[in-house]
């Protein structure tokens, strides 16, 4: 098949399709038995990530049991800030940079680096779950949004309140911007080798920009962004999600990219009126409600695919990732649903 041919390319150019594509961010991970046999077997998380036979492995094991329409491959926001000089630890109680940015001096001495002399297990892992995938599924490639990552390079981990880099942004915004230039010159290169190494479509993950007002967004986290998504035009679709984001909607609707991903609390309807035409919508099915039985799942799944109404250009997924106390049949039932509704 034309890669350019698969339910999710279509989709993302707004065509008029058959159904809406369906996968699932989060959809690979610990709510199914397989992936964490694979993980004991790994040794870890990190482990999985840096074996290309571990890695595609669970990247295709969802597809294998529910058939989504894309993969997204297994790896981390955080592996490129590994990359660039930081260390990088991944426990129980999540992940922890435990030295990290603070100043000018750390952020100077991080380095922009070639994704595949220094990552070459992500270029490896896209080829081999290529090669594992269905011809119909679309592969996804994705990295962390400038702010997020910095959020993380700079607090150490994830934050509630994220005081530092508030501290940074506000006090030394020179230090700050040649932190996020760094940044943004990452995620364009490693998101360029993902596309070389066969991801037919891109997604960028702003988790942590909801934190900010709407003023702030613009001021310190969209400038970035937009030069992420104007540094991919041309190389693949762009899709973005920013957590928490309503307040700033109309911005992510703004920055050019052929996809924006919705979390649950904003109106898909309202959000595609708002749209007019110029980007695709992801989302937005609540991930807490996988937690209803099947049954329910499968009638609320219904419920917002009748608030879309058939629009093109709509893509569904959830809107955040998939809890990993999960039951696996709460999945099945929503990518059924999908699966068996026509437009
Ligand atoms: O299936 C997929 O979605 C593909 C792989 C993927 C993972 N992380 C695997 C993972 C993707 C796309 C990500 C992105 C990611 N990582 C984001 C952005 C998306 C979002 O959720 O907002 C963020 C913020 C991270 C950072 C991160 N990684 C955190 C905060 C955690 C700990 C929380 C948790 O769920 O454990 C991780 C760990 C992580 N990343 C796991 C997985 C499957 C769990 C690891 C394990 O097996 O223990």
Not at 62 to 82: K, Q, T, Y
Not at 199 to 212: C, I, K, Y
Request: aromatic fraction near 8%; charged fraction near 25%.
């Amino acid at each position: 098949m034309n890669p350019q041919d698969r339910l999710l390319m279509r989709a993302l150019r707004r065509e008029t399709t058959e159904r809406a594509p369906v996968w699932l961010m989060r959809q690979a991970g610990r709510y199914l038995p397989e992936y964490r046999a694979v993980r004991k077997e790994a040794g870890g998380f990190m482990e999985m990530i840096r074996e290309p036979r571990y890695a595609a492995e669970v990247t295709i094991q969802p597809i294998r049991r529910f058939g989504m329409d894309a993969a997204i491959l297994f790896s981390d926001i955080l592996v490129p800030l590994e990359a660039m000089g930081m260390k990088l630890i991944f426990d129980d109680h999540g992940p922890s940079l435990p030295v990290p940015v603070r100043d000018r001096a750390a952020i100077d001495a991080l380095r922009v680096v070639d994704p595949a002399a220094t990552m070459p297990f992500v270029g490896e892992a896209l080829k081999l779950t290529r090669a594992g995938l269905p011809d119909e599924t679309a592969l996804l490639g994705f990295c962390g949004a400038p702010f997020t990552l910095a959020s993380y390079a700079i607090e150490g981990g994830t934050s509630k309140q994220f005081s530092y880099i508030r501290k940074m942004m506000y006090l030394d915004f020179a230090s700050f911007s040649v932190l996020m230039d760094k940044l943004a010159e990452e995620v364009i290169a490693h998101m360029r080798y993902q596309v070389a190494s066969g991801a037919d479509a891109v997604v960028l993950f702003d988790t942590w920009a909801g934190s900010l007002t709407r003023a702030d967004y613009q001021r310190y986290a969209a400038p970035w962004t937009k030069r992420v998504v104007d540094g991919l035009a041309g190389v693949a679709p762009r899709v973005i999600f920013a957590g928490e984001s309503g307040h700033f909607l109309d911005d992510l609707l703004a920055m050019g990219a052929e996809g924006v991903a919705l979390d649950h609390r904003t109106s898909l309807a309202a959000a595609f009126d708002r749209a007019a035409g110029r980007c695709a919508l992801q989302g937005n099915f609540d991930p807490a409600a996988l937690f209803a039985s099947p049954q329910e799942v499968h009638r609320r799944t219904h419920a917002l695919l009748d608030e879309v109404a058939g629009r093109p250009g709509h893509v569904l997924n959830l809107g955040h990732g998939v809890f990993k106390d999960t039951d696996p049949e709460s999945v099945g039932a929503f990518v059924r649903a999908a699966r068996e509704r026509a437009r």
